[in-house]
């Protein structure tokens, strides 16, 4: 069983940077292609990026694209996301989420194994 742990949230004025987290533990992570997905309040839970397990694909949504970076440390079994210049609308629960393919998955019927979250709230 896999297990996700997500840390790194918080609460920022726009046009800050923040980095996630997430920890996994229970079974290797060199196995999984992993992703960050977000929750706005009354809103569908959105993929933000995912990564296949050799860090050589990787997927943005648009909003993401040139401000945020996902990558992975197999050794370390860690994934992380560099959020930069951030802005109001990326405020949300963030999840970290492992799926049973390597390579990359951009739905979150992919996705298997969920984190708790971490909330981040960005302030105009």
């Known amino acids: 069983q896999v297990q996700l742990t997500e840390s790194g949230g918080g609460s920022v004025q726009a046009g800050a940077s923040l980095t996630l987290s997430c920890a996994v533990t229970g079974r290797p992570l060199k196995n999984y292609g992993m992703a960050w997905f977000r929750q706005a309040p009354g809103k569908e839970r959105e993929i933000v990026s995912a990564?296949?397990?050799?860090?050589?694909?990787?997927y943005y949504e648009e909003a993401a694209k040139g401000r945020f970076t996902i990558s992975r440390d197999n050794a370390q079994n860690m994934v992380y996301l560099q959020m930069n210049n951030l802005i109001p609308e990326d405020t949300a629960i963030y999840f970290c989420?492992?799926?049973?393919?390597?390579?990359?998955?951009?739905?979150?019927?992919?996705?298997?194994?969920w984190g708790q979250g971490t909330q981040v709230t960005v302030s105009s």
């Open positions: 990564i296949d397990w050799l860090s050589t694909d990787m």
């Open positions: 989420a492992a799926s049973g393919l390597a390579t990359l998955a951009t739905t979150k019927n992919w996705y298997s194994y």
